[in-house]
């Protein structure tokens, strides 16, 4: 089988407690090599991604390790590749625990880059690493044209960046229409509150979004952190002679790890696996029971470099 990935790379800038500066490549590259890492050797993940001309190469040979990564969706930009800063723990310094400043998104991808490929390929993710990865125009028009599986993430499409570098959550105008063109939707607990800009509980937010008779969504995943996630689903209920549509809710606790290291990339874990199981098998309770497993196991893992663990 074959996953298209659409999302941004990005240069992490890890700055930690005791001093240490650490350069890590980050963003859609944590999803793209666990897809890589966790599928079989004759599927293919194909990352269409725009990358900054100053790591391009870097990027590309990143990409190269694993054999079953398609690097022909890759495109060169005359744009520096986007950073974060990440402080962790620096409670002395003025600094946030963990703050992130990052830098201006590189270019997003158009359809005109994704069109070409879409015809041999089964499944697609999308991370919105940036919130600016791809358009909601150019979604729709995916949508429209690929019958296949679709996944997404909504990540920092609720994000907005302050002047001086901080992100803190914001509403998501049309997240309606952003919900309602993928298969599967996935969320944290903090986007989903954020992303309406009404107050609404998770409950109303789902409902809205599985409930709408114009859209085709089968299912809306909200992950939370060391609590784990929640899945939910359209289900035909019957009360007395009356039957109807409502919401079923399935619960996985998060698997805890005593080999801690970092949280850094787990969404992006659970999206990668949750896509390639749900491919495989159209069981949604066990690729929910898989994607939270692998994205409890990746707390023990730092970094890109330790990703080929998760085999």
């Known amino acids: 089988m074959k996953f298209l990935v659409i999302g941004e790379p990005c240069i992490d800038m890890i700055y930690k407690a005791e001093g240490e500066v650490k350069k890590s490549y980050g963003g859609i590259l944590y999803s793209i090599i666990a897809l890589a890492v966790i599928a079989r050797k004759d599927d293919v993940i194909l990352p ?18 694993y054999p079953n990564i398609d690097i022909s969706g890759l495109y060169k930009m005359p744009h520096p590749t986007r950073r974060v800063n990440l402080y962790f723990n620096l409670y002395n310094s003025g600094k946030r625990a963990k703050f992130e400043q990052i830098h201006l998104p590189t270019y997003t991808i158009k359809y005109e880059q994704i069109e070409k490929f879409l015809t041999d390929i089964d499944s697609i993710l999308v991370n919105n690493i940036t919130g600016y990865d791809i358009s909601l125009e150019d979604l729709k028009k995916i949508r429209s044209n690929f019958k296949g599986y679709m996944h997404m993430d909504i990540h920092n499409l609720v994000m907005k960046t302050n002047a001086d570098g901080y992100r803190e959550h914001t509403n998501l105008p049309k997240w309606r229409e952003w919900c309602s063109n993928a298969d599967t939707i996935q969320m944290n607990e903090y986007e989903i509150q954020s992303m309406p800009g009404e107050k609404k509980n998770e409950y109303e937010v789902i409902e809205e979004i599985l409930l709408n008779p114009s859209s085709n969504v089968k299912a809306v995943i909200v992950t939370k952190g060391k609590i784990g996630a929640s899945g939910y689903t359209k289900k035909e209920k019957k009360y007395g002679n009356e039957v109807f549509t409502d919401l079923d809710k399935i619960d996985v606790s998060s698997i805890e790890n005593p080999r801690y290291k970092d949280s850094t990339g787990c969404g992006d874990v659970f999206a990668a696996a949750l896509t390639f199981d749900y491919t495989k098998n159209r069981d949604f309770k066990k690729s929910l029971h898989f994607a939270n497993r692998l994205a409890s196991y990746k707390t023990s893992l730092e970094g890109i470099d330790e990703l080929y663990k998760l085999k």
């Open 48 to 65: 269409v991604i725009n990358i900054g001309e100053d790591e391009f190469d870097n990027i590309k040979e990143v990409l190269l390790k």
